[in-house]
């Protein structure tokens, strides 16, 4: 099986090698046949990859250590899904895993091109485009009121971009496919053999990793990581060939936009790991890893608000393109740094000698940005003025400078060490007070932005249209903030954490109530005409702009979470029978101690009575695990959450003179809001990528006559 | 005689339990002063005055008990910048939580500060140059006229009709 | 010997299966010819132009622009969309 699987790496290194290639003399050519078998062959990387994962899996399923791979990472007590998770758990595993989810975002990349095509060839067809445009020009179409033909709608949508891209984009995808083939092949084979006798059973997964989330934290962070190539490559391949128009952008953000929400949901779940898992009662401690997960997070971000700059005002283009560079560039350093151990981080499971190759790749893909950039930097020219600094645009604008010195200071911070040892000889490491001192002020400030943006107009805001808008939103951010001082909040930051929550909420519960008002004074709202139908309405009129709110529900939610951890508690000691600890508004009594047994470890739990003013609560049973094939062990976190606060539980270990079990207490406030505000992201993404769906129009008694009808005319007379 | 002596006693006493609560108290005052500013070496990187539960630590006992020691021997009374010297020295700069604000370890402090700067520069400077774009463009009038109704140039009469009457079936249908 | 045989079986399997969808693919369509690109540029762009006046029309409903603002919104875009439409007409 490992010799089918080597064979099948190597095949696929031939095929998307030969799809580069092919590609690139079919496009230079303009040779239809040779695009076309560039194309086929850049789709058959992915069935033939996940032939040597389904190979890499079944060696696992079967215990076959005779591969060093498997022997290395997996053992026959293994569950079935913690085999499977063995696949991404060591460096050539996961290096396999990425190229697989790097062909199939190719392949899915690919066939929805194909579809398209063939959806649009009426529209596209020579003939049928010169008569369109023809009439375009004299009739100056589209009227949209009158709906415009589909086929009309068709070539104006984003797919026919994402169609005339797609074989230079394909190329591209096929290059950083090869480099990633090549370490799967020559560099970090997961199919080499023990050169000695076989083991009789694996080194096992490290226990660490034996945890649901983090069955689903890699893939996902990968889907993040990975995704980003695919709008690299379509951005990369609009500028190399000067696309005309607007709609690449479109097709550049929609799949940012899919890279964006697994990396969020991969982050956000390895926070929720670190919390229940590693024990010291936190979720994100600025590690080199976690930084650089974070890092391309950042600059995404700021490219998903940017971008509205170019497709609403065709400005901001340069910076677009280099954002999305950037953040291509920012996650292979991502991959680099976790893989290679430059930085030295508490996710050490991975290091090895491949760094080199990374170094080389990230030079290459640099000099191929900048040559692309300076060659083709007049088509990026702006298109549109500014023309007053209170606007949406400068809005966006500021936070794009406040992402971009946030993207700095965790990059400056993260490599810090290895620039103090090249000029000092000497390494200072950079902690975490450095990361929240200079980023929590920062992230203040793009909260207080999150609300300030979408209140203000394009082009111009007025001072009437600012205190309109601003006035009850700022009411309710100064209560909340008084409140949250009233009820004993001590600390600067989580006070005008809480007092920008409430001034955000507010203006974007506004702008649902505002919308959906002007819905139901229409009549819509379906059937049922109230406000759940109308608001319902409205978002799935434009699911980009709430579906964006939504977001940004999430990113305040999560925010109040991170701001609770201003006012946590901790408490520890020995909990021998019917000992007593209190923390927060509960005490905690321990009941019992017990010992089990199986084939993949043992286990010592604590049995403890939550109390609260002399009522019984509930049992928390903390625990400490010994894994018998990797000898290691591992603290089981009791956690016991409410929307108020956590009451997390750790069994520390045992007093070595009394041998009475240790308990480490923590009363962590908020906490809960963190995952339910990432969850709303997520959702909130999601609604963000349905297509709109469009007013039925042309009715009279339409919105603009029933309910606007004077001011529109007096506007127009 | 005797009440003298007891009273001495009393006094001297006195004298040793302040002492050692005094000792006791600034013991207590001082750790989370100098452990608040250190973490854990073990690669938990927690911090000192947490417990590290990552796996099982013998680094953080040791850091612990340097602590104490730090705290009670002889350099109790010396500036926090040279004992953090001392862990640094001992244990590297990864016990450190923050990195020093003296020497070339200033500049990781700076650098944001200097990046912000330049951000701000680059937005305003931004700013200025798409306003001056905006300038000869037919903008607002003070006295509240449409832009487009400003001055638009000649011979595009026509196509702002055209358009505004497009633009007034658009949004009938909206 | 025998799992060896297999393996090199399927490996020929693989490469035949890959070789056969490469060869029996069609031709790849061309894109529309520069200036055909341009005109469908311009109706994009009339067509975005088109969509941030219903966004700006919607929130002048809603109450979350003043009347100057609106004007001064919905002027700036009759300007842009009748130059899109002027150099459409060039072009056609």
Redesign the interface.
Same mark, same amino acid.
């Given at each position: 099986m490992q010799l089918f699987g080597s064979f099948a790496i190597l095949l696929a290194l031939v095929l998307a090698g030969y799809g580069v290639l092919a590609g690139i003399f079919g496009l230079a050519r303009r040779d239809t046949r040779l695009i076309a078998s560039a194309q086929r062959a850049a789709m058959a990387v992915f069935p033939v990859v996940t032939v040597a994962v389904v190979c890499l899996v079944g060696l696992i399923l079967r215990n076959d250590f005779t591969v060093a791979y498997v022997a290395e990472h997996s053992n026959r007590a293994l569950p079935f899904y913690y085999k499977i998770a063995v696949l991404w758990s060591g460096q050539e595993g996961s290096l396999l895993f990425w190229t697989w989810l790097l062909s199939g975002y190719a392949f899915i990349a690919l066939l929805g091109a194909r579809r398209k095509a063939r959806g649009i060839a009426p529209a596209t067809a020579p003939g049928n485009l010169a008569a369109a445009t023809a009439g375009a020009g004299a009739a100056?179409l589209p009227?949209?009121?009158?709906r415009a033909a589909t086929d009309e709608e068709e070539a104006l949508s984003p797919r026919l971009a994402h169609r005339n891209l797609m074989p230079l984009a394909a190329v591209i995808l096929g290059a950083i496919e090869c480099f990633f083939l090549l370490l799967n092949n020559f560099a970090a084979s997961p199919f080499v053999t023990l050169p000695v006798a076989t083991p009789p059973d694996g080194n096992g997964l490290n226990p660490l990793l034996q945890y649901a989330q983090m069955v689903i934290h890699p893939p996902m962070l990968y889907l993040g990581y990975v995704g980003f190539s695919v709008p690299f490559a379509f951005c990369l391949a609009a500028l190399i060939k000067r696309y005309p128009g607007d709609r690449w952008i479109h097709v550049t953000r929609r799949w940012t936009m899919v890279a964006w929400l697994f990396l969020t949901i991969g982050i956000v779940l390895g926070g929720n790991w670190a919390y229940r898992v590693?024990?010291?009662?936190g979720y994100w401690?600025w590690?080199p890893v976690e930084n650089a997960a974070f890092l391309p997070w950042l600059t995404a971000t700021a490219f998903l608000h940017s971008v509205m700059m170019q497709e609403k005002r065709g400005?901001l283009k340069v910076w677009n393109v280099w954002l999305v560079f950037a953040t291509f560039l920012l996650a292979v350093f991502g991959d680099f740094i976790t893989r290679t151990g430059l930085v030295?981080s508490?996710h050490?499971f991975a290091q090895s000698n491949i760094g080199p190759w990374f170094v080389v790749f990230f030079i290459v893909a640099l000099l191929v940005c900048g040559w692309a950039y300076f060659r083709n930097r007049d088509f990026l020219k702006?298109e549109?003025?500014?023309?007053?600094?209170v606007s949406r645009?400068?809005g966006f604008?500021?936070n794009n400078?406040i992402l971009?010195?946030i993207t700095?200071?965790v990059l400056?911070?993260t490599v810090?060490?290895v620039v103090?040892e090249w000029?000092?000889g000497?390494?200072?490491?950079?902690?975490?007070?450095?990361f929240d001192?200079?980023n929590v002020p920062?992230f203040l400030f793009l909260l207080f932005l999150t609300g300030v943006g979408p209140l203000l107009a394009w082009r111009?805001t007025s001072l009437n249209s600012l205190k309109r808008n601003f006035t009850a939103p700022a009411v309710v951010g100064v209560l909340v903030a008084v409140a949250s001082l009233l009820g004993g909040v001590r600390d600067p930051y989580p006070i005008v954490c809480f007092g920008l929550a409430g001034f955000v909420l507010t203006t974007i519960a506004m702008e649902f109530t505002r919308g959906a008002s002007v819905i139901r004074r229409r009549g819509g709202g379906g059937v049922l005409g109230g406000w759940p139908a109308a608001l319902t309405q409205l978002t799935l009129r434009n699911t980009r702009r709430y579906g964006g709110y939504i977001v940004h529900v999430g990113i305040i939610l999560i925010a109040i979470g991170i701001a609770g951890s201003g006012l946590n508690q901790?408490a520890?000691g020995a909990m021998p029978y019917h000992a007593q600890m209190r923390i927060g508004p509960y005490t905690l009594v321990s009941e019992n101690y017990t010992q089990n047994d199986n084939a993949n470890y043992a286990s010592n739990s604590l049995e403890v009575a939550v109390e609260r003013g002399g009522q019984y609560v509930t049992t928390m049973y903390p625990a400490r695990r010994f894994y018998k094939a990797s000898n290691?062990?591992?603290?089981m976190v009791a956690i016991r959450s409410t929307p108020l606060a956590d009451l997390y539980l750790?069994y520390?270990?045992n007093d070595p003179n009394s041998g009475d079990p240790i308990l480490?207490a923590y009363w962590n406030p908020l906490m809960v809001w963190i995952w339910i505000g990432a969850i709303v992201t997520a959702l909130g993404t999601l609604l963000a990528m349905l297509p709109n769906r469009r007013?039925s129009?042309?009715?009279?008694g339409?919105?603009?006559?029933k309910a606007a009808a004077a001011p529109?005319e007096e506007?127009?007379a | 005689m005797r009440g003298r002596r007891a009273a001495g006693w009393a006094a001297g006493l006195a004298i040793v339990l302040s002492a050692a609560t005094l000792r006791a108290e600034t013991v207590a005052q001082r750790y989370p002063a100098l452990a608040s500013k250190l973490?854990c070496t073990c690669?938990?990187?927690?911090?000192m005055p947490?417990?590290?539960?990552?796996?099982?630590c013998s680094t953080r006992k040791a850091i612990d008990a340097d602590i104490v020691w730090v705290e009670t021997g002889p350099m109790r009374n010396d500036r926090m910048a040279v004992k953090l010297q001392y862990f640094e020295q001992k244990y590297?700069?990864?016990i450190?939580?923050?990195?020093?604000t003296s020497g070339?370890?200033m500049?990781?402090?700076i650098?944001?500060w200097v990046?912000?700067g330049l951000?701000?520069w680059?937005?305003f400077f931004?700013?200025r140059y798409?306003?001056k774009?905006?300038l000869p463009?037919?903008?607002?009038t003070s006295t509240?006229e449409?832009?487009?109704?400003?001055a638009?140039p000649a011979g595009?009469e026509a196509?702002?009709e055209?358009?505004?009457a497009?633009?007034?079936?658009?949004?009938?249908?909206? | 010997m025998g799992t060896g045989l297999v393996a090199a079986f399927a490996c020929v399997f693989l490469t035949a299966m890959v070789a056969y969808f490469l060869l029996t693919g069609g031709e790849a369509q061309l894109e529309d010819s520069p200036r055909e690109a341009e005109l469908r540029a311009l109706r994009e762009r009339k067509r975005t132009i088109?969509d941030n006046? $219903?966004d700006l029309?919607?929130e002048f409903l809603a109450g979350k622009l003043g009347e100057?603002d609106y004007?001064?919104g919905?002027?700036?875009?009759?300007?842009e969309?009748?130059?899109v439409? $002027?150099k459409m007409?060039g072009r056609a």
């Open positions: 100056a009227v949209p009121a009158t590693l024990g010291w009662g401690a590690d400005m030295a508490v050490a702006s549109n003025a500014l023309e007053s600094t645009e400068s604008l500021f400078f971009l010195v700095f200071a400056w911070g810090f060490p103090s000029v000092e000497q390494k200072i490491d950079v902690g975490r007070v450095f001192r200079i920062l111009r901790q520890q290691q062990d591992q603290s750790v520390a270990g480490h007013p129009g042309g009715a009279p339409g919105i603009a006559a529109v506007v127009h | 973490q690669g938990c990187a927690t911090p947490q417990e590290c539960e990552t796996m099982k590297g700069s990864r450190l939580m923050a990195p020093p070339f370890g500049v990781v402090w650098m944001p990046a912000a951000g701000l680059l937005v931004s700013i798409w306003r774009r905006a463009a037919p903008a607002a509240g449409a832009s487009a109704a400003a638009p595009d196509a702002l055209q358009v505004r497009e633009m007034d079936r658009e949004l009938r249908g909206f | 088109y006046l $219903r029309h919607f100057e004007r001064r919905r002027g700036a875009l009759e300007q969309a009748a130059q439409t $002027r007409e």
